[in-house]
């Protein structure tokens, strides 16, 4: 691979020779320098290098931002190299776009990463350049009309192809908003399209534009928004495809299917065609009608079926325009047959329960096949014969729908005649007596009960007989399983077609469940009282706008008395808000809406003290009324207890530190935030991973002892390494403690990441190197002080001078190490005047020998 090539520009001889062998040492090629700026231009012209390193100030009549400046043109990296920091130098070089800006003493690895980056920036603006190139070639060659808009919709961009199917030149288009070029009555609905552009929205759709000529343009719009960084909207890409000879080739097509659907849709018979698809091409209106379904909602789907079942199966134009009669026998069994009018073609007689309220229908299917006899589509034809069918069936399909009526009665139902013999029942008589209809249907009560009851039966029905009319009363019956129930009897006497009486229609209503309720509630009801007052739990009842009960507990809850309470507005004693949404449960739950039956509400004590209140209410009879229990528990200690583990865990989740939780597996049980976001995992990722996956220093073994020992001294605090999701490894401060809370062993550790400390600690051992081979090897006496003025450090020279070691120094000042006071003072108020103004001092004087 060629070394990279670089030309140095500098008019310092000595400078040049030291910065082109540190060049050379990085593995670059330096084939010439220059020392003026017009030298610099004809080389970099002449030689075209890689990148330039370009002094400032040079000789001659251009200086270094000059010749950057023609240098520029050829695209080659400029980066200075100089001296000269001051801003209005920085800013004059600003202008030129250079890669980079050193001021000298430079350090040589910064000199090679700062050329290493230019390099790499200069490569990808390269390439990022020819991407453009090719794009605009692109484009600009495309079939497509494209344009690129602003944030505010006007036209930044437009290709030649666009261009010409609006009738405009490119530069007509440009700086236009788009509504310009679209049909004044279109714009309301262009503009909703630019409100789903501004949120970000891509979209597909055909949209009309507006020729210069004033012709209409049919289009269909593929378009993008542009996004920034930010995620705001800057702009808009579409693409537009020409479809107007298709759109007046659809036009003459629909013209012509328009002319065969008047003649289909002005036939009063219903009728529909179906294509090889199996989707709908015509519906006209007598079968619109008849269905329901009108011709917009179903052409174009393969939904005929909607109009004959509940389900999508074949129709009887289905099976023609498939060819395939097998399947007839399969879907018609035993109810089609051939058309005897037209060949081709069969019938079929059916009844459609989905059709309406359910209907009798004659339908006729044949193909339609194309003039070499290719099936095409198939047409089908609906006559409604339900009424003759209804009138055929009418007597036996009445009778079965009283008896499925009357079976569907959840009560026994039975009807006699005049003889009181049992006409007929439904299935619920049929299981309480156990006997099948066909054993009672005949017989009399008598014949299929016990003799008690039915003597007693037999009686109510002679006194029914002789005062027609209903009847009811309550009687113990004996059912199937031998067990006694309480029911209620509710008969009645019906009469024949001649007014005349005829018999009698009995429904029995078990009730006793019911009985054993109004009994169990009067009992509960005392239960309640007993509870009530001694359960230590505020408890009250409210009925009719006020407490009619309040039990002792609610009495040292409230602060008030029993009587206080019966008299006082209890919800005046509720905060405003928490007061109107209980009254409106309460109203709502008296009228039996369903609401919820707890609430925390506040509540003021006679006091004033104001509690916090887990309200419950539930609907109950009372008395015999419907009324509101309430129970009041006090929850204010519990809800401070909330409040201050909210704190706790807020404090916890958003805290700075990586904080984590693990099992003593090293499974993670918890992390926050700051951990989830240093290690790059979801929180979901890092619950279901372990220590090892984000401490490469950890291994089993290492981690069992490190718990261990951790759950022998209680915590450790130790550096180690964390791994990213990413794989990035980076050193952090752990500090770990070992809890055992209500049995369950784990570890709570606390994590920073000391990246930026690691690199601050290297940058300053760094500097201390620099800084003591520097002042080891100078022949100047250096001396560092603290505010006290005690020395801090002195370098060799400094033992030279004055004939003093060095370490003597360390900790001392001028004073106490025995210099002449005169010379003390001197040096004293030039130090102090240094911390006092942080200003560089300078002061003369001279040692004394030995």
């Known amino acids: ?21 540190t ?19 004809e080389k970099a012209r002449k030689e075209l290098p890689d990148l330039i390193l370009m002094d400032i100030i040079l000789k001659g009549e251009l200086n270094g931002i000059e010749a950057a400046n023609e240098i520029n043109e050829l695209e080659i990296p400029i980066i200075y190299l100089t001296a000269h920091s001051e801003e209005d130098t920085v800013q004059k070089a600003k202008v030129t776009g250079p890669y980079g800006y050193l001021i000298k003493p430079y350090d040589p690895f910064e000199l090679r990463y700062a050329i290493e980056l230019a390099l790499y920036k200069n490569q990808m603006e390269k390439k990022l350049k020819e991407s453009e190139k090719r794009y605009k070639s692109i484009v600009e060659t495309a079939n497509e009309g494209i344009w690129a808009t602003d944030a505010n919709f006007n036209i930044n961009y437009v290709n030649p192809k666009l261009a010409e199917m609006l009738g405009y030149t490119m530069e007509e288009m440009l700086g236009k908003h788009v509504t310009f070029f679209i049909f004044e009555e279109d714009i309301p609905e262009a503009e909703k399209h630019i409100e789903k552009r501004i949120k970000g929205h891509p979209e597909t759709y055909e949209r009309r534009f507006k020729h210069k000529n004033g012709s209409e343009v049919s289009t269909i719009i593929s378009v993008t928004a542009l996004m920034d960084d930010n995620g705001d909207f800057v ?108 060949k081709d073609a069969y019938e079929i007689e059916d009844f459609f329960p989905h059709v309406g309220e359910g209907k009798w229908l004659h339908l006729t299917a044949a193909a339609i096949k194309d003039s070499e006899g290719k099936i095409i589509g198939s047409l089908e034809t609906i006559k409604d014969i339900t009424v003759r069918k209804m009138a055929e069936k009418s007597a036996i399909d009445q009778y079965r729908f009283l008896q499925h009526l009357i079976d569907t009665i959840p009560y026994p139902v039975f009807y006699k005649d005049m003889n009181y013999v049992y006409m007929g029942c439904n299935k619920r008589f049929e299981e309480i007596i156990g006997l099948p209809k066909d054993e009672i249907v005949g017989k009399t009560v008598h014949d299929i ?132 949404l209980m009254m409106g449960s309460i109203k709502a739950r008296l009228k039996g809406e369903k609401v919820p039956n707890r609430y925390e509400v506040r509540f003021i004590t006679k006091s004033g003290d104001v509690r916090n209140i887990d309200l419950s209410a539930g609907f109950i009879i009372y008395d015999g009324q419907p009324a509101d229990l309430i129970t009041l528990t006090d929850i204010t200690e519990r809800k401070d207890a909330e409040r201050d583990l909210q704190i706790s865990q807020f404090s916890i989740e958003n805290a700075s530190d990586e904080i984590y939780w693990v099992d003593m597996d090293g499974d993670f049980i918890y992390a926050n935030k700051s951990a989830c ?75 920073r990441d000391i990246s930026q400390r690691e690199k601050v600690l290297k940058s300053l051992r760094d ?50 190490l025995g210099f002449p006071k005169d010379m003390v003072d001197l040096w004293d108020d030039a130090l102090h005047n240094v911390f006092k103004t942080g200003e560089n001092g300078r002061i003369e004087f001279e040692l004394p020998s030995g």
């Open 677 to 751: 976001d240093s290690l790059g995992f979801s929180k979901e990722e890092i619950l279901s991973r372990n220590v090892f996956d984000v401490v490469p220093d950890f291994s089993q073994e290492t981690w069992k002892n490190f718990a261990e020992d951790l759950r022998l001294k209680g915590s450790f605090s130790f550096e180690t390494r964390h791994k990213t999701k990413d794989g990035r490894i980076f050193p952090v401060e752990i500090n770990s403690n070992y809890m055992n809370f209500h049995g369950k062993e784990m570890i709570y550790t606390f994590s």
């Open 235 to 342: 702009g808009s890409f579409a693409m537009f495809t020409d479809i107007s000879h298709r759109k007046k080739m659809e036009k003459e097509l629909k013209n012509r299917e328009s002319q065969l659907n008047a003649i289909i849709d002005g036939s009063p018979v219903p009728q529909f065609v179906i294509d090889t698809n199996h989707r709908v091409m015509y519906w006209n209106k007598a079968m619109a009608d008849y269905s329901g379904i009108s011709s917009e909602e179903i052409i174009g789907t393969n939904n005929h079926w909607k109009a004959f079942y509940s389900e999508k199966r074949p129709c009887l134009a289905d099976l023609m325009v498939q060819g395939n009669l097998d399947q007839l026998n399969k879907f018609y069994s035993g109810k089609f047959k051939e058309s005897e009018h037209l």
């Open 23 to 41: 060049l050379e040492s990085f593995g670059y090629e330096v084939p010439c320098t220059a020392s003026r700026g017009e030298e610099a231009v």
């Open 767 to 816: 500097s201390e190197s620099k800084f003591r081979s520097f002042t080891e090897n100078s022949l100047d006496t250096i001396m560092l002080f603290d505010s006290d003025l005690r020395h801090l450090y002195v370098n060799p020279n400094a033992e030279k001078v004055t004939g003093i070691p060095a370490e003597d120094f360390i900790g001392k000042t001028h004073k106490e």
């Open 1 to 21: 691979m060629a070394k990279q090539r670089i030309l140095l520009v500098e008019d310092d001889a000595i400078e040049t020779m030291d910065i082109k062998r």
């Open 449 to 580: 009960t016990l003799k008690e009851s039915a003597d007693m039966s037999h009686e109510k029905d002679k006194e029914l007989f002789k005062n027609p009319g209903s009847q009811f009363y309550e009687e113990y019956v004996p059912y199937a399983d031998g067990t006694m129930h309480l029911v209620l009897f509710n008969k009645t006497t019906f009469q024949n077609e001649k007014g005349q009486l005829a018999g009698i229609i009995g429904i029995m209503v078990d009730i006793t469940e019911r009985k054993k309720t109004e009994n169990a509630l009067k009992e509960s009801e005392e239960k309640f009282r007993v509870l009530a007052d001694n359960i230590p739990i505020s408890i009250v009842v409210y009925q009719r706008d006020k407490v009619v009960y309040a039990n002792d507990f609610a009495v040292q809850m409230s602060g008030y008395s029993k009587e206080e309470l019966y008299t006082m507005n209890l919800w005046d004693n509720f905060y405003p808000d928490d007061q109107k």
